[in-house]
């Protein structure tokens, strides 16, 4: 029983999906199939083809979404960037953008662990500089924090519209409202092995027509900073344009053939269930259970609704213990990442096929108490 | 069934495989199989553990193998680099390294598309230019030319000791011999779904001793030209090395489980058999059939045991015809993609599990002719 915050269990039909063998990647069954999943993913998105947006699959880990944003959004190389960091998974996307792509980065980090982001800082921050870029973690899945990202993007919009909105939403697709076009948003990466429940391997993202319009730009190249090639969606465009559009494929680099097969199955069965409410009503009911009737405490601060709905962040004073006593009847969650209380706490997924509310149970009454 | 010069079909139980559950990525049970798959890697990269390299896996496609190289073993910017240029591919590295990195690269290439590189004029450029990095590619999948690498390197350690050997071999490694430690090879970057018969969606690859040393190197960061994270051998090495030492494992990134999962049960089966010998003899008793019986004529020059061995590449006059004939009964085999004669010639796969003498008789005689 796998109940990590991913990858996690996937359905039947997507492993037997996963378990054939290669087609051509030009070939018309494979790009009907690469088609209709860009279709859905502009579903799960809330993206219309109309506004001008693309969704993206690459082969990789989450984190080449970071490199996505660093290697694409940042052309010149001289963009200030606002990063608000609410856990490890923002420190990371900051060293990445910071440290490697040696990028003009301010941090606005929530007081204290698993707290937000102070929303009058923000607006004094935002009243003062004019930031090119403004990048938030729609869950950090160390800390179970959940942006409101909704609120967030309002205000960059009425603040300072001509910033682009950056949202890591590598555990929130998939069991996260996410109103792309409605909330302004213009990139957007996740991973195919959280909410989607789908094998881990893929790289899904979206960007905006506005956003797209700064990739494509004609500039003097040799003033460009160095940047990498296979996350260049300068090199991608034309490809998935291609495969959304159907007819003839035009190749940049093969695509991970089986894991796009089995994705295609994954969001075919999430789309036929109501996922937000699903994984919102569950986490609600979990997370009572662990304050009400165990007395434990969340590593997420604030009301339990305005949690992380993918995953519940537990202080247990035994996590080592308690994972091991788990393994012993093969049942896998997750313990602490964020540096701060890493030894303190485990983390419990709630998405994927395992993660049944009897499933929960069985772990919590159990094992956890 | 695919005959295409990859992704490549694979074995039954590769793809049963492929077709299993996530399972933890710190786990026990996915450690264990990915040790396996590192030390099997050696054994086909030819590299012992005492020699100080280090296989590499991570989600991606061949074309993530550019980025090591360009994010890794150019670390001041200021490198200058020669590339042997034998087809599109080495046109595509190139146009990565100089135009996306900002590198110093000077190609030599080869003077005829499919022909090799002229080796007096290779010796010249060494005796006269100290390189930091020569690039060659083992074989290009474009036009089937393979790069005799042992004879190359050979000369690039004789007048240029200092230089680090890059080397790709996405269309090599697990038809054609590729001796590590005894050439002297500082890099070598493949992918798995060719001749080493596992499903599209890794990258695959194995640094040296001394290439690892000029990673790791403390520099001054503020110096340092912009480089991408996900592909930053700093962040992998510590994971990669946990996973070949066994213990606790040290996460970077989610690595894609089934995909692994599926390479060690390909890697166990291809190191059961002659693969080098196999691939050798089956290429060329088919290009001796195209060449001497059929009296077509092959897109590599030279003879015909000195071309790749992992493809044919055949002009024929109506290669879109051809494709279409096979299409009509689900064969799927490859057009031109060489700019200068891409509509001249097909390519044929001779990797992979379809790749039987009986098959590719069928389609060289039915088909092709």
Same mark, same amino acid.
């Given at each position: 029983m796998?109940?990590? !915050? #991913?990858?996690?269990s ?7 999906? @996963? ?5 051509t990647?030009?070939?018309?069954r494979?790009?009907?199939? =690469?088609?209709? /999943?860009l279709?859905?993913?502009r579903?799960? =998105? ?6 001008g947006? @693309?969704?993206?699959?690459l +082969?990789?880990? #989450? *984190? ?10 940042c ?18 996307l900051?060293?990445?953008l ?15 662990? #698993?707290?937000g982001?102070?929303?009058v ?5 935002l ?11 729609h869950?950090?899945?160390s800390?179970?924090? @959940? ?6 993007s ?5 603040? $300072? !519209? ?7 939403a /590598?555990?929130? @697709?998939?069991?996260?409202?996410i109103?792309?076009? %409605?909330?302004?948003?213009? =990139?957007? =990466? ?14 899904i993202?979206?960007? $905006?027509?506005r956003?797209l319009?700064?990739?494509l730009?004609?500039?003097?190249? /040799? ?8 996350? $260049? ?8 344009q ?7 494929? &035009?190749?940049?680099a093969?695509p991970?053939?089986?894991?796009i097969?089995?994705l295609?199955? +994954? ?5 036929? *269930?109501?996922?937000?409410?699903? &994984? ?14 165990? %007395? ?6 604030? !009301?339990?609704e305005?949690? +992380?709905? #993918? ?26 990442? &964020? ?9 419990i ?7 049944? %509310?009897?499933?929960?149970?069985? /772990?919590?009454e159990?094992?956890?108490?």
């Amino acid at each position: 029983m796998l109940l990590i !915050p #991913g990858p996690v269990s996937c359905t039947d039909l997507v492993i037997d999906t @996963l378990g054939q063998d290669s087609l051509t990647h030009t070939g018309p069954r494979f790009a009907e199939t =690469f088609k209709r /999943v860009l279709l859905n993913l502009r579903k799960i =998105f809330n993206s219309s083809k109309e506004s001008g947006s @693309l969704p993206l699959v690459l +082969a990789g880990s #989450g *984190t080449l979404g970071f490199d996505l944003v660093g290697s694409n959004l940042c052309p010149t190389g001289k963009e200030k960037l606002l990063l608000l960091s609410t856990g490890y998974f923002s420190e990371e996307l900051c060293e990445c953008l910071r440290e490697f792509y040696k990028l003009d980065v301010t941090v606005l980090s929530s007081k204290q662990v #698993g707290g937000g982001i102070d929303i009058v800082v923000l607006q004094e921050m935002l009243q003062e500089t004019k930031y090119d870029l403004v990048l938030m973690t729609h869950v950090d899945t160390s800390t179970g924090v @959940l942006n409101d990202v909704e609120k967030l993007s309002g205000l960059v919009h009425s603040h $300072s !519209p001509e910033s682009l909105i950056v949202v890591d939403a /590598v555990c929130s @697709l998939g069991c996260e409202s996410i109103e792309f076009d %409605k909330w302004g948003l213009d =990139f957007v =990466f996740s991973a195919s092995q959280k909410a989607l429940g789908a094998p881990p391997g893929l790289s899904i993202s979206i960007i $905006s027509e506005r956003a797209l319009r700064l990739v494509l730009k004609e500039r003097n190249d /040799v003033d460009a900073p160095p940047r990498p090639y296979f996350t $260049s969606l300068r090199k991608w465009v034309p490809s998935i344009q291609s495969y959304e559009l159907g007819g003839k494929v &035009h190749y940049f680099a093969t695509p991970p053939i089986q894991l796009i097969l089995s994705l295609d199955v +994954a969001l075919k069965e999430l789309l036929e *269930t109501d996922y937000v409410t699903n &994984h919102l009503s569950r986490s609600n009911w979990l997370k009572m259970q662990v304050v009400e009737e165990m %007395k434990l405490r969340l590593v997420t601060l604030g !009301p339990v609704e305005k949690t +992380a709905h #993918g995953l519940a962040a537990i202080y247990v004073s035994n996590p080592s213990e308690v994972m091991k006593r788990l393994q012993g009847i093969d049942i896998d969650i997750a313990g602490g990442i &964020h540096p701060a209380i890493r030894t303190k706490y485990i983390r419990i997924g709630l998405m994927g096929r395992d993660a049944t %509310k009897e499933n929960l149970l069985k /772990v919590l009454e159990d094992y956890v108490n």
